[in-house]
């Protein structure tokens, strides 16, 4: 089983929508969970860390934790164009590395 | 905008050629890492260090080798390239006193073995 999964997509989505991109994972030690986006032919960039439990918000993203499901889930509203890339989950393990979900390919349609 | 760089962004190379990745960050970050990603496919870590002459092998193996002689700069070298070898590298690095290891990627070299 791998630590992190994720849906590959592609998930289509008109203009506007509100978008939820999830990830599971298997450990429930980790601690620090994050949501990376990457453009196509781009390093991936960091868009939000939580730490355990709860939300975080930031502009239009969630970032939402669920430890007891071990389920992390970023939510989009207003979803735009723009915002069309993929989407990597990591979780920062017990090695005190990210271990990275597959990434989840969001297509904004205007 | 993260400080880290990487030369060159595309390579097409023949066979049996020796060659280089540059990697270099500005931020002063202790660890650096490199992953290989080919399309549509997740990150997988190749290397990584500590720090100055600290290399370690990561989860995936590689027939690349690096070093770390300055903090900021972390060079990959495949001796003899394979058309196998044909993905993108991406580089990284992070502060080790940070608890949540925020890594911080470059733009990536995309690299095509003939």
């Known amino acids: 089983q791998k630590e992190v999964e994720q849906d590959p997509g592609p998930l289509s989505v008109p203009e506007g929508a509100i978008v939820s991109l999830n990830c599971t994972y298997s450990n429930s030690a980790f601690q620090y969970f994050m949501w990376y986006r990457q453009y196509s032919r781009k390093g991936p960039e960091l868009l939000m860390y939580?730490?355990?439990?709860g939300n975080k918000e930031d502009g239009r993203f969630t970032a939402q934790v669920d430890k007891s499901s071990k389920y992390i889930s970023l939510f989009i509203r207003d979803s735009q164009p723009s915002d069309s890339a993929t989407y990597l989950c990591a979780v920062h393990n017990a090695g005190n590395m990210l271990t990275f979900g597959g990434g989840t390919r969001l297509m904004v349609k205007p | 905008e993260a400080d880290i760089y990487q030369t060159p962004r595309y390579l097409v190379i023949g066979t049996g050629k020796k060659i280089t990745l540059e990697c270099s960050q500005t931020?002063?970050?202790?660890?650096m890492y490199w992953y290989q990603q080919d399309p549509g496919m997740e990150l997988h870590l190749i290397h990584y260090s500590y720090g100055v002459n600290s290399t370690e092998k990561g989860d995936l193996s590689s027939e690349s080798t690096v070093s770390r002689i300055r903090t900021e700069h972390f060079p990959l070298t495949l001796e003899s390239a394979r058309p196998s070898h044909t993905s993108q590298y991406l580089c990284a690095s992070s502060t080790r006193t940070s608890a949540t290891d925020t890594q911080y990627f470059g733009p990536g070299t995309r690299l095509t073995v003939l």
């Open positions: 939580t730490y355990s439990s």
């Open positions: 931020m002063g970050h202790d660890k």
